[in-house]
Each structure stands twice: as structure tokens, then as C-alpha cells.
């Protein structure tokens, strides 16, 4: 579909404002009630998605043009899905489809943020989103005892990803990750240096030929390998492998898990052992992409119109994605599982989960609106007593340690794989 494919949504967008909060019978404490962290930070409606439903019938009337103030509001976006999930309460629009197929027009006419051209570039010549030498991307696995698909087989591919394979700091988490699974007898191995990016990223900077291109070379690339199910700790390669690909007719063929399913699985057979305490309050972050927008992908084929010129109808009728079927449990029955430790929720949670900040490019291009939405964030945690806030994906938990450090929050910050380590 093209951007121009949701012009009924352009004119039936009521300006409601459902886009900007949470769903009101989930709302509990008045301070977090927003879900839309570009609206909340820059109060002003074109950062809404309604606001940029306003922009696309504009530019589709010719009102006005790709510039750019257009390219500043359209990119102050983390694509986190929350105004989605809230406006299929109401209307059944898709606000976010539509923002994903403006970027993609920005990138196609050449109007493209310098800081995102630097990270295209990088990919491009190194096969990974942090502009690092892709012949390192093997060495936060160096010194374990792992399998090498390049050399030998195995039932399970580990793939880490590009924040984990070269964020040294959280070096620690993959390799734990990775060790766990060894130690419960997994036939379990690794790309090294071969894996390259998913491919997500991009896409949602609006380079659809990216998220294409690393398709097919890991649907190649797995199928050389022979291996029956990939595992990934990373959530943003997670909603890649499992989404996206599917949603561009890509899919992989194989069992696609994030590192949590996996674990989860391990624990309730009786694999893994979780015997000793872990005394902390904890809360549990939702990554965007294992939870909203890690439900499965929905395709549909018809014709919408509209009866008596003013009611949409869609034939055969259509399903939406809401949100609800992301990866929500597994990662909260591992925390209960573990001995000692006192789990509470969030406010806002499931697939009405606040953002960390860090998705949609806005790392990159606007850190200071990541470090704020991910201190907004910290703030939730420490709300419900929380002593620490912990995450399953790379991206959120490198956002909340520099918002902490930035912000002198106190509050410790743990990838879910730490804690589970912790307790083996």
C-alpha cells in the first residue's frame, strides 16, 4: 500500500484525540495517562497522528510540501504504536501504517534526515545499524564454547543483533543470554561475524529496500544453516523476523522466538532451575516490539468503499491488529518464577505500554527527546515502588541507562536474561 491508500482514514480521522492517552477505563494515576510521548513532549497537535493524518490530506490537496518542518514533526516519532492500539478503541484507523508510508515517500524523493543518512550509510557498508566494523560482530561471543553455523549444525540459531553484537557494555547480557541456553542442553549455535541486521530499523526510517534486501539474505543465510527455530534477545529483530517480514511476503519458515518465549518454555519444563532469591522489587517493561507491535501480522485483501457516500465498509470484512497478542506473559511468568523477588506493574503496561524512547529513529536523530521519554519512564517505575526496571530488548535498556546517568534517576535498569542469571 502507498501513503495515498489511506485517504479515507485522512477524512475520517474526528480529531477525537483517543490518539494522545491511553484508553480512559485504564487509566489509574493522573500523572500517567499519555500515550503518545511526541504529543506529550512538544504539545502540539501536529505531533499527534491525528495531527499527521491533517498533514497527509494537506500534502495530498497540495497545500503544502515535503520540507522541513514536514521531515522535524513527521521523525519526532518513536513508531511506537501506542496512538494505534488507542484509535482501534475508537475508529479503526491506522494511524501508524500511514506514518510508516509518509517515510517511506520522504526516502523515496530524497528528503532524509542527515543524522539517519549517517546510519543507512553504515549499514549499507557494514550490514549493521551502530556504524561498526562488521568484522567484529562476532566478538562479544568470543571465549564460549558455541557452535559455528558457518562450520557445523544445530537446531537453534542465537542471534543477537546489531545493539547487542556491538555495544560492549551490553556484552554481558548476551552472552548471558546465549549461556543459559547452553546450560540447559540447547543445540544451540551463532553466525558470528556472518549475522547481519534484521533489517527493522531501517524499514521504520522509511527504507523499505533494506528491510526487503536482509530478508531474503537471512531467509538464505538460515536456510544454509538448517536450523529449525531462531532465538533472539533483541526485540526490535524479533518484530522483524516475525512481523515485518511476514507482512512484505518474506516470512522465514522456521519458529521465530524472542529469548523470553524460550527461556519461559525452558523454566516449564523443568530445564532450567530457578532456586535462588533474587531479593528486589521489580517492574517490567514492555518493549514496543514484543508487545504491541510483536502481534502477529494480519493480511488482508478487498475493496473498501463507502455506502451512501458515507459509511466504510470492507469486502470481505477486515481484522485489525490491537495490540493484544503480543509477547506479554512469558516475560512476566519468568519474574514470578524467580525466588525472593516482589514483581509490581506499571500504570501503563501490555500493549498500552509507555515507550522507552529509543524506537522510530529518535535515538539517533532527537536523543534528547529518547533521553526524555525514557526518564518519563523511570519515573512510572519508581511511582509503584519499583527499586529497579527491567526490559527484554537491548535498545530499552540502553536508553534507560543514559537517561538514568543524564538525569541522576535512581533506579536500577536490568535486562530480563540478568535477573534470570541471578537466580540459576
Known amino acids: 500500500m502507498t501513503w495515498q491508500d489511506y485517504t479515507h482514514d485522512m477524512q475520517r480521522c474526528t480529531r477525537c484525540s483517543y490518539c494522545k492517552w491511553i484508553p480512559y477505563r485504564y487509566m489509574q494515576n493522573t500523572d500517567f495517562i ?37 521531515l522535524d514533526v513527521l521523525y519526532r516519532c518513536q513508531m511506537d504504536g501506542s496512538c494505534d492500539i488507542s484509535c482501534k478503541v475508537q475508529q479503526d484507523l491506522e494511524p501508524l501504517q500511514l506514518m510508516q508510508e509518509l517515510r517511506i515517500k520522504c526516502v523515496e524523493e530524497g528528503q532524509l534526515l542527515p543524522a539517519h543518512m549517517v546510519v543507512i550509510e553504515g549499514l549499507r557498508k557494514e550490514d549493521n545499524m551502530m556504524q561498526s566494523s562488521k568484522t567484529d560482530r562476532g566478538k562479544w561471543a568470543e571465549g564460549l564454547d558455541v557452535k559455528n553455523l558457518n562450520e557445523e549444525s544445530a537446531g537453534v540459531v542465537y542471534y543477537a543483533g546489531c545493539r547487542y553484537s556491538f555495544d560492549e557494555e551490553l556484552w554481558p547480557v548476551a552472552r548471558g543470554g546465549l549461556q543459559l541456553l547452553l546450560d540447559a542442553g540447547v543445540d544451540v549455535g551463532i553466525l558470528g561475524a556472518d549475522e547481519a541486521c534484521c533489517g527493522g530499523r531501517a524499514y521504520e526510517l522509511g527504507y523499505a529496500g533494506e528491510l526487503t534486501k536482509y530478508a531474503e539474505h537471512q531467509m538464505e543465510a538460515l536456510r544454509t544453516a538448517g536450523v529449525k527455530t531462531l532465538v533472539t534477545p533483541c526485540s526490535d529483530c524479533y518484530a522483524a523476523f516475525k512481523v515485518l517480514y511476514d507482512k512484505i511476503g518474506k516470512k522465514l519458515g ?16 523443568g530445564k532450567l532451575r530457578l532456586t535462588k532469591e533474587v531479593p528486589l522489587t521489580v517492574t517490567y517493561h514492555d518493549p514496543c516490539h514484543l508487545g504491541r507491535l510483536g502481534e502477529p501480522w494480519i493480511h488482508w485483501q478487498g475493496k473498501e468503499y463507502k455506502v451512501m457516500g458515507q459509511m466504510i465498509v470492507h469486502d470481505p470484512p477486515k481484522k485489525f491488529r490491537r495490540g493484544a497478542k503480543g509477547v506479554y506473559e512469558p516475560p512476566r511468568d ?34 534528547d527527546f529518547a533521553a526524555w521519554t525514557g ?8 511511582a509503584v515502588g519499583a527499586k529497579a526496571i527491567v526490559s527484554a530488548c537491548p535498545w530499552c535498556k540502553r536508553n534507560f541507562l543514559d537517561a538514568a546517568q543524564e538525569t541522576g534517576e535512581e533506579i536500577e535498569v536490568y535486562d530480563i536474561i540478568e535477573l534470570v542469571q541471578k537466580a540459576v
Not at 261 to 267: A, S, T
Open 34 to 70: 499519555e500515550g503518545c510521548p511526541s504529543l506529550s513532549h512538544y504539545l502540539w497537535h501536529a505531533y499527534a497522528s491525528s495531527g499527521k493524518f491533517n498533514m497527509a490530506y494537506s500534502l495530498l490537496q497540495e497545500r503544502i510540501e515535503i520540507d522541513d518542518t514536514f
Open 254 to 269: 522456521i519458529e521465530v522466538l524472542h529469548i523470553t518465549q524460550y527461556l519461559d518454555r525452558l523454566i516449564k519444563e
Open 334 to 367: 519468568i519474574l514470578k518464577s524467580i525466588p525472593g523477588l516482589n514483581f509490581v506493574e506499571m500504570y501503563r503496561i501490555k500493549e498500552y505500554s509507555w515507550c522507552c524512547g529509543a524506537g522510530g529513529g529518535v535515538i539517533d536523530a532527537y536523543p
Open 375 to 382: 526518564t518519563e519512564r523511570l519515573k512510572e517505575a519508581k
